[in-house]
């Protein structure tokens, strides 16, 4: 059941939290884990439900998320709608003894101590009721705070019971100061500060914390003394009566031992003033309570106020018999409820607030905007009017200007005719011009033409001029040849001759004169070398 599995949430975290690594904050060793589940496994008759956490995530530890959720699945689950009020209250507080033991040496461990170890449980098990789990945001994972409203309830609760006074002023104070009430920090406050300086009896402290572990954990709306009217015998017996939503349990004393009979209240019970009949009892103080079971039961209070407020809880236990939800929880969760409206309706008029605040600040930079532009607009408006005075006075050296210009175009037209005139004489000009400029480029092109031509010619007559250098070299060189050719021959012949002339005087004169008829003169060679160049010259 879900319901239950939320009750449980603060006390199964307290014992996580006292379980958990101290090198790794908000997880615990599975090992650790599987004895708390096998206890609270052993509640509901389940055995074995703890081996699931060696399945249960591929991890050696477990955070308390995870096994929140592995309790809903595989433990509570067994838990249906149909299961007793009765029982879920047994599963709740055999729970709370199963945390208790696992965490409580962080909470006994104190240095002078005014609460025994009984109270300090019980005081355990109110913090676990009233206290809301949320997320640590300095360490990361989940933490388990009570309200400071919460908190100043029970301490005034407190103070009431043992006589003291109680100052909603000092405790605002003590509460900025601390910021948030885990459960040390509460029992800190209430042992030191709303118990007395140790002054008092430790009796009364016992019992004072006891009336409010039966007004917060075991749902009591009122008790004490009535007197009850028998079924048998019309006699009135006093009876320690304890009222509870759908119930009223009546005992021999207040030690509430052994009960001596139970009423179950339902939405068909009701109880209201008893009418006037005889006997000792006033009408003033006797009342009736009526159930389907019972019929109905005179009952007598101490007092007419003690009638009233009988009445008053009678009526509140039999609007919440058959609840799934128990009465000071759900008390609690209204008020929680109504503090988180409270906070949401805070901020959101924090938030208007501030729409508010940037909404006037907004029209007050409107407003210096506006200011600002009106100042501008004045400036504009005075610029304008001298801009104005500036224009007429413009607007009449224009009208003297007009008058000038039309003197002025006057002279222009005459001016325009003469220069029409002058116009037409350069264009004239400038069509001869281009004629000139037409015949001069023909010319220019004639002359280039003419001036490649001879151009080219010069070109071949150096080329030409070039080969006959040439070939007058070549000759030059043949010319040089022959006259050495010619020079051995004559010195060839000398010799010859002078060899004949040696040997043979007579004979040889004739041979001479026959050799020179057929070997010409040195002066006709250079004739007949000039005529064979000039025989190529022609070829």
């Not at 050719?485 to 005087?505: C, S, W």
């Amino acid at each position: 059941m879900a319901q239950v599995v939320k009750n449980l949430t603060n006390s199964i975290w307290h014992a996580f939290n006292a379980l958990q690594l101290e090198n790794q904050v908000g997880a615990v060793a599975k090992s650790k884990l599987k004895v708390l589940t096998a206890n609270i496994g052993t509640l509901l008759d389940l055995y074995g439900v703890e081996k699931g956490l060696e399945h249960y995530r591929s991890t050696s530890t477990l955070t308390f998320e995870h096994f929140i959720f592995y309790l809903q699945k595989e433990v509570f689950s067994s838990l249906t709608e149909s299961t007793t009020m009765e029982t879920c209250r047994n599963l709740e507080k055999g729970v709370d003894e199963i945390c208790w033991l696992v965490c409580r040496k962080q909470y006994l461990d104190r240095s002078n101590p005014l609460y025994t170890d009984a109270s300090v449980y019980q005081l355990f098990r109110i913090f676990c009721l009233l206290a809301e789990v949320e997320t640590d945001t300095l360490e990361g994972g989940y933490i388990v705070t009570m309200h400071s409203d919460e908190v100043a309830r029970i301490a005034s609760q407190l103070a009431s019971s043992l006589g003291l006074c109680w100052d909603p002023a000092d405790f605002n104070a003590l509460s900025a100061a601390i910021g948030t009430f885990r459960f040390s920090t509460f029992l800190a406050v209430l042992e030191s500060k709303y118990s007395g300086d140790g002054n008092l009896d430790i009796d009364g402290v016992i019992e004072a914390i006891e009336d409010l572990y039966q007004t917060y954990v075991e749902d009591v709306i009122k008790k004490g003394y009535l007197m009850k009217k028998g079924y048998l015998l019309p006699t009135l017996k006093g009876f320690w009566f304890v009222l509870r939503p759908g119930e009223l349990a009546y005992y021999k004393d207040s030690q509430q031992k052994e009960a001596a009979g139970t009423i179950t209240l339902d939405g068909n019970s009701w109880a209201d003033s008893a009418g006037t009949s005889g006997g000792h009892a006033k009408p003033d103080r006797r009342f009736v309570l009526c159930t389907p079971e019972h019929k109905c039961i005179e009952l007598v209070a101490e007092d007419h106020r003690g009638r009233l407020q009988w009445l008053a809880a009678l009526q509140i236990a039999v609007e919440h018999a058959g609840e799934r939800v128990s009465y000071q929880r759900g008390l609690a969760m209204r008020r929680r409820s109504a503090r988180l409206a409270c906070k949401q309706e805070r901020e959101e008029t924090r938030q208007e607030l501030l729409q508010e605040r940037q909404a006037r600040i907004a029209a007050e930079i409107q407003a210096r905007k506006l200011e600002a532009l009106s100042k501008r607009e004045g400036a504009r408006v005075q610029e304008l009017e001298d801009v104005k005075l500036r224009l007429e006075a413009l607007l009449e050296e224009e009208k003297l200007a007009l008058r000038d210009e039309e003197i002025v175009r006057g002279l222009q037209a005459r001016v325009l005719n003469e220069e029409w005139e002058k116009r037409e004489q350069l264009e004239r000009l400038q069509q001869e011009q281009l004629k000139l400029l037409e015949m001069e480029k023909m010319k220019r092109i004639e002359f280039e033409t003419k001036q490649q031509e001879n151009e080219r010619q010069l070109k071949e007559a150096k080329m030409r001029l070039q080969q006959l250098e040439h070939e007058k070299e070549n000759l030059d060189a043949e010319l040089r040849a022959a006259r050495e050719k010619v020079k051995r021959a004559e010195e060839a012949q000398i010799i010859l001759e002078t060899q004949l002339v040696a040997t043979r005087p007579k004979s040889g004169e004739r041979i001479i004169r026959r050799s020179q008829s057929f070997i010409p003169t040195t002066k006709e060679r250079p004739l007949l070398v000039e005529e064979r160049l000039l025989f190529r010259k022609n070829f």
